[in-house]
């Protein structure tokens, strides 16, 4: 009689598979998703709209994706995790190509829409998929490790679209990502290991669905975690969005050719990630999860400075702290999570943060507008400070924060 499955561990063959295919699901996920980023002034010219409506096309994908995390978590426990997330990356992909053929603000906008309800396959089920194909005791370190993908897939996004976008014009850099994702998606195919974790469910329908789904909400630690998610996505994605428009006016006046290569910032959430989560695993979530807030307030906070050297210094450690709180709360939640309602845990998370991202993405471009970008700082901060606040009344005495 063969010995139940307890995971791969470090060092096998399908383990090093499964991390690297995660990873490459990762890029093509998030090089799509906020491959509009680093093209907005671009597309503001072009389509003669102001900096917070071309931010919408960043909000728009990932409102989609907020949407669609919670039903691709159903169809998930029904097909299995690999089928949904190839399904909904091969849709996003198709639709990446045809985004860019928009010739007004509108279709664009509902190209996005539908690309982010694809896209949200992935995040929907890949920490459920982890969660249930490698050991307990490694699963916060491939988390991060899964993390480090979504963070080189999203500048990869960014550097691409800025680069061919500044020679060839906004829509040519946003065919040049979609060609790096239908590769990228070849190779997660082709490397995933087949899951051996998983239990097809009919439960993911019907009248039982909605039960599975409100069950997380009932934790105040889950609930406490998908605040992470909403309230640090938020502030993230709001820098992100509006930091070539502050560079680009005085006192930097930096070309967009330059403004795209501090995109390559996001490199430190592909440091960051791994290294949090494997600190996790030896000194607790919880700890972690508030230095790498901390970290990110601190870089938030230099990002005020008249300084271009501040100013990127500011965002390597807002990037790093960032991802970093990232990779531990949503590695935790599937932990903390019952092990039926896994999938949809995390479902709820991604539903957090893309709805944050989505929110404030945009609500902050109109603070950036009406009084400047100190006060746009000053929120960003208040929103990780919100978020450390909540971390320490709901998360502090969690079981699962300290493995």
């Given at each position: 009689?063969?010995e139940?499955?307890?995971?791969?561990?470090?060092?096998?063959?399908?383990y090093?598979?499964?991390?690297?295919?995660?990873?490459f699901?990762?890029?093509a996920?998030?090089?799509?998703?906020?491959?509009?980023?680093?093209?907005?002034p671009?597309?503001?010219?072009?389509?003669r709209i102001?900096?917070?409506?071309a931010a919408?096309?960043?909000?728009?994908?990932?409102?989609?994706?907020?949407?669609?995390?919670?039903?691709?978590?159903?169809?998930?426990?029904?097909?299995?995790?690999?089928p949904?997330?190839?399904?909904?990356?091969?849709?996003?992909?198709?639709?990446?190509?045809?985004?860019?053929?928009?010739?007004?603000?509108?279709?664009?906008?509902?190209?996005?829409?539908?690309?982010?309800?694809?896209?949200?396959?992935?995040?929907?089920?890949a920490l459920a998929?982890?969660?249930?194909?490698v050991?307990?005791s490694?699963?916060?370190?491939?988390?991060?490790s899964?993390?480090?993908?979504?963070?080189l897939?999203g500048?990869?996004?960014?550097?691409v679209a800025?680069?061919?976008?500044?020679?060839?014009?906004?829509?040519?850099?946003?065919?040049?990502?979609?060609?790096?994702?239908?590769?990228?998606?070849?190779?997660?195919?082709?490397?995933?290991?087949?899951?051996?974790?998983?239990r097809p469910s009919?439960r993911?329908?019907?009248?039982?669905?909605?039960?599975?789904?409100?069950?997380?909400?009932?934790?105040?630690?889950?609930?406490?975690?998908?605040?992470q998610?909403?309230?640090l996505?938020?502030?993230?994605?709001?820098?992100?969005?509006y930091?070539?428009?502050?560079?680009a006016a005085?006192p930097?006046?930096?070309?967009?050719?330059?403004?795209?290569?501090?995109?390559?910032a996001?490199l430190a959430?592909?440091?960051s990630?791994?290294?949090?989560?494997s600190?996790a695993?030896?000194h607790?979530?919880?700890?972690?999860?508030?230095v790498?807030?901390?970290?990110?307030?601190?870089?938030?906070?230099l990002?005020?400075?008249p300084?271009?050297?501040a100013?990127?210094?500011?965002?390597?450690?807002?990037?790093?702290?960032?991802?970093?709180?990232?990779a531990?709360a949503?590695?935790?939640?599937?932990?903390?999570?019952?092990?039926?309602?896994?999938?949809?845990?995390?479902?709820?998370?991604?539903?957090?943060?893309?709805?944050?991202?989505?929110l404030?993405g945009?609500?902050?471009?109109?603070?950036?507008?009406?009084?400047?970008w100190?006060?746009?700082?000053?929120?960003?901060?208040?929103?990780?400070a919100?978020?450390?606040?909540?971390?320490?009344?709901?998360?502090?005495?969690?079981?699962?924060?300290?493995?």
């Amino acid at each position: 009689m063969s010995e139940p499955f307890v995971g791969h561990g470090p060092g096998s063959r399908e383990y090093r598979r499964l991390i690297i295919g995660l990873f490459f699901a990762g890029v093509a996920t998030f090089a799509q998703l906020y491959a509009t980023q680093a093209v907005l002034p671009q597309i503001a010219v072009d389509l003669r709209i102001g900096p917070a409506a071309a931010a919408l096309t960043v909000s728009a994908a990932t409102l989609g994706l907020a949407a669609g995390v919670i039903p691709w978590s159903m169809v998930a426990d029904r097909i299995g995790r690999i089928p949904a997330m190839a399904t909904g990356v091969i849709i996003a992909t198709v639709l990446g190509v045809c985004a860019p053929l928009s010739d007004g603000i509108l279709p664009l906008l509902v190209l996005r829409l539908g690309e982010g309800i694809a896209l949200g396959a992935v995040p929907a089920v890949a920490l459920a998929y982890l969660s249930e194909e490698v050991r307990a005791s490694h699963a916060a370190a491939a988390a991060g490790s899964y993390i480090a993908g979504t963070t080189l897939g999203g500048l990869t996004g960014r550097l691409v679209a800025g680069g061919i976008g500044e020679v060839g014009g906004w829509r040519a850099g946003m065919w040049a990502v979609a060609a790096i994702c239908v590769v990228s998606a070849a190779l997660f195919l082709w490397l995933t290991p087949r899951a051996r974790g998983f239990r097809p469910s009919a439960r993911g329908a019907g009248p039982r669905a909605l039960t599975r789904l409100l069950r997380p909400l009932r934790s105040a630690r889950q609930l406490a975690l998908y605040a992470q998610g909403f309230l640090l996505m938020g502030a993230f994605v709001a820098v992100y969005n509006y930091l070539g428009f502050h560079l680009a006016a005085p006192p930097f006046l930096l070309p967009a050719w330059l403004v795209t290569l501090l995109f390559v910032a996001y490199l430190a959430g592909t440091i960051s990630s791994p290294w949090a989560g494997s600190l996790a695993s030896r000194h607790g979530r919880y700890t972690v999860l508030l230095v790498a807030i901390g970290v990110a307030v601190a870089g938030a906070v230099l990002l005020v400075m008249p300084s271009t050297g501040a100013v990127l210094t500011g965002l390597v450690l807002f990037t790093a702290g960032f991802f970093g709180a990232h990779a531990v709360a949503s590695g935790w939640v599937p932990a903390d999570a019952d092990p039926e309602v896994r999938a949809q845990a995390s479902s709820l998370y991604y539903f957090g943060y893309y709805a944050g991202s989505s929110l404030f993405g945009w609500a902050l471009g109109l603070v950036f507008g009406a009084v400047g970008w100190g006060w746009f700082i000053a929120g960003v901060v208040a929103m990780c400070a919100a978020a450390a606040v909540i971390a320490g009344v709901a998360l502090r005495t969690s079981a699962a924060g300290r493995v």
